[in-house]
């Protein structure tokens, strides 16, 4: 079945250290997002890709990087200049037509202490 | 700009009984409208969405959703609710070309035995 990959489920990281979240997705989808979730903030956009090679940041980038060197990827870096970094985070795929919705992965959880 | 606005943070019905979630949003374009259901440490669900089709959108799981341009809204709704329907829910709006989504804070439902 395809659908979208996030490993691991669980991260733990000690403050100071960049971690790598996984992402990949066999849907054949042009455009990945990255979403950050917080209790009660609903969900808060990193960054998005339409196209490999490509991406924009959004409401949040800062502390964070991307790559999209191919299709089916997008990983997220955090970074040690991300201020609090404890959070849930998604990746989402859609096609490109416009009024598709948004597939998402289950998501992981990094915990920094 | 467009923005999305969920009433109740919190809301909390017993079993059998009807479910009503409301989102309201505004846009200067024709909007794209979705519900996505999120159940704890998962990804989101994609419930329903509006694309223009018809005003009354029947999603899975029992739910539905009508749009209603007069009152900009697009609120949820099941006649029974199931002790399974427990879970965050999530309105959201597309009317950018960029092909982002607008997010609502989100509204947890809780089912009551």
């Known amino acids: 079945d395809g659908g979208i990959t996030q490993s691991p489920k669980y991260l733990f990281r000690k403050e100071g250290q960049n971690v790598t979240l996984s992402c990949e997705q066999n849907l054949n989808h042009d455009a990945m997002y990255w979403y950050r979730q917080d209790p009660g903030q609903g969900l808060r956009l990193i960054y998005y890709?339409?196209?490999?090679?490509?991406?924009q940041k959004g409401d949040i980038a800062e502390g964070y990087s991307v790559s999209r060197e191919k299709k089916e990827s997008f990983p997220l870096t955090v970074t040690s200049a991300q201020k609090n970094p404890t959070a849930f985070y998604l990746c989402?795929?859609?096609?490109?037509?416009?009024?598709?919705?948004?597939?998402f992965g289950n998501g992981t959880r990094l915990t920094v202490t | 700009a467009q923005s999305v606005t969920q009433l109740g943070s919190h809301v909390s019905v017993s079993e059998g009984a009807l479910v009503l979630l409301r989102c309201n949003y505004s846009?200067?374009?024709?909007?794209?409208l979705f519900w996505y259901v999120q159940y704890p440490n998962q990804g989101l669900q994609l419930l329903l969405k509006y694309t223009s089709a018809a005003t009354l959108v029947k999603g899975i799981n029992g739910f539905e959703a009508e749009f209603k341009k007069s009152e900009t809204s697009f609120h949820l709704t099941k006649p029974s609710a199931h002790m399974s329907d427990a879970a965050e829910y999530f309105c959201a709006v597309s009317a950018d070309s960029n092909y982002q989504l607008i997010w609502g804070a989100g509204t947890k439902l809780i089912i009551k035995p």
């Open positions: 846009s200067s374009v024709p909007p794209y």
């Open positions: 989402a795929s859609k096609p490109s037509s416009y009024n598709s919705p948004l597939h």
């Open positions: 890709s339409q196209i490999v090679n490509d991406f």
